[in-house]
């Protein structure tokens, strides 16, 4: 049997892995048309702001430790340019020496994960303009970031604050471009992470939105907003979102999901018996809604992509499906999500979601570093059945939190059981009745 990989990364390497252990005598090899293997993207923008000093402290597997420990073959710099269902066949080119050539499998996984939005106006090119691909991105930052004094910031989303943040942390004068921020929180939430953003030295500009970018005649970079006023920076940082790196599987004629994602069942099965896919590139199953949904997220790509390795073996493991558990700080704020929001939920066809806001302390007031946490809980009001939840508060009293709403919600409960679950609590940690469990029973009382 020989089993070809394309996309070293966290679903590649998790489902190569997994194939190696189980069947230790077929052939697994993978393509990664980067250098590097099992890398954590997840850690640039502290890269970029210079918390973490080593870009290779990234890398938590090298393709020669792959290849020595673990008996998989990984061809880096060599990127599939086609794939070749009838053929059973993938197109291979070498980017050392530009050569290409096809390559046969038994079975394929496709694990190209995602490649970042490209707001017109704002196309790859413009000297100082960045986008984060990978590590090698990360890199040109770091170094542009070196010799600058401002930045833009494009997108105000998950990856444009912590990038915001860290160049700010780094000294630089930051200015962040986005309609809003953190908008996939509740509004309420969405207000707290922009004061934050604030408070911590960034210029946000609410409501902007940029449309070019060209090279400054003074230096730098010159943004174009959407108004006509221009802003400039020594360089630019876009993070304006993510969508799945498909091409591959669309060009081949696989079904393509949500937003374009590659369509898998849960066994992780494309629509042909010999493709599986996993991770960014693909879509997942939402864990309430038992709908195809588009979560990019590290957990879930790991998991998926283990999951195919499992049964491309043979067997018959369902994948997990997802609730978009994640955690952001911005500054001395944390924000974390879970499971849908109300406008996410009421869409999906929940007619009686609602949502219930409290505040409370995340430890007693006389503790060291307490601090008040905003917790929303979304729930059905007829049967209160928990649909989601999000907080925003201390980071250390967010980012585990969440879990609790998470585990909730992954054992199908209603508000009322999830204000029974018995929480840890000493001062450092929490207070007597965890917000968490506070904002469940108000939510069961306004029932
Ligand atoms: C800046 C940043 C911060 C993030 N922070 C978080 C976080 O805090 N928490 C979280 O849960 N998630 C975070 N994520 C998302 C997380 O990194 C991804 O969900 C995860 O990396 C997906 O893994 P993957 O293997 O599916 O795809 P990727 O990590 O994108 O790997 C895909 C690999 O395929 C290779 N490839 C693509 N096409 C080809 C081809 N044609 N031929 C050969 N090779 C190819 C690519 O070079 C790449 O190495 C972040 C992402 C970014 C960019």
């Not at 290779?56 to 393709?63: A, D, G, Q, R, W």
């Not at 990038?163 to 929180?185: C, P, Q, Y």
């Not at 500009?205 to 449309?211: H, Y």
């Not at 979601?353 to 060291?368: H, I, L, N």
Request: aromatic share 6%.
């Amino acid at each position: 049997m020989r089993i070809l990989i394309v996309g070293g990364d966290a679903a590649g390497m998790s489902a190569a892995s997994q194939i190696r252990r189980r069947q230790p005598t077929w052939t697994v090899e993978v393509f990664e048309m980067g250098e590097r293997t099992s890398y954590g993207l997840c850690g640039i923008p502290y890269y970029v702001g210079g918390l973490v000093s080593n870009l290779e402290n990234l890398v938590v597997m090298t393709p020669e430790q792959f290849e020595r420990d673990r008996g998989i073959k990984v061809h880096i710099r060599h990127m599939v340019t086609a794939v070749n269902p009838a053929r059973k066949s993938v197109t291979v080119k070498n980017l050392a020496d530009g050569q290409s050539r096809d390559e046969n499998y038994d079975q394929l996984l496709l694990a190209t994960g995602a490649a970042p939005l490209i707001p017109a106006g704002l196309e790859p090119g413009v000297p100082g303009l960045f986008y984060i691909r990978g590590l090698d991105d990360a890199g040109r930052i770091r170094q542009a970031a070196a010799h600058a004094r401002t930045a833009v910031v494009v997108g105000g989303g998950y990856i444009g604050l912590e990038v915001a943040e860290n160049l700010a942390h780094d000294g630089l004068k930051v200015t962040l471009i986005g309609r809003r921020v953190a908008n996939v929180f509740e509004p309420e939430l969405q207000s707290l992470a922009q004061a934050s953003l604030v408070k911590g030295g960034v210029n946000y500009l609410p409501g902007s939105e940029a449309v070019g970018a060209a090279a400054h005649p003074d230096g730098g970079v010159a943004v174009k907003l959407a108004g006509g006023e221009t802003v400039q920076g020594d360089l630019v940082v876009v993070g304006a979102g993510v969508r799945p790196r498909s091409e591959l599987a669309a060009e081949a004629g696989l079904a393509l999901g949500e937003k374009k994602a590659v369509q898998v069942d849960r066994l992780q099965r494309t629509s042909n018996p010999f493709i599986f896919a996993a991770g960014d590139c693909a879509e997942t199953h939402h864990l309430v809604t038992k709908k195809g949904v588009y979560i990019p997220l590290a957990l879930p790509a790991n998991r998926h992509g283990k999951v195919a390795g499992l049964n491309i073996c043979g067997q018959s493991e369902k994948s997990q499906p997802v609730l978009g558990t994640s955690a952001l700080k911005v500054f001395d704020l944390g924000l974390a999500r879970t499971g849908l929001g109300l406008d996410e939920a009421i869409k999906a066809g929940f007619r009686s979601a609602v949502k219930t806001v409290v505040k409370q302390r995340s430890k007693p007031g006389y503790f060291p570093g307490s601090g008040e946490v905003t917790v929303a809980v979304i729930y059905d009001k007829i049967t209160g059945r928990l649909l989601g939840g999000q907080m925003a508060g201390p980071p250390d009293g967010v980012g585990h939190r969440i879990n609790t709403l998470a585990a909730a919600i992954t054992g199908a409960m209603t508000v009322k059981e999830a204000a029974a679950i018995e929480t840890a609590y000493a001062p450092p940690f929490s207070v007597v009745y965890d917000p968490v469990i506070i904002a469940c029973e108000v939510a069961e009382k306004s029932r």
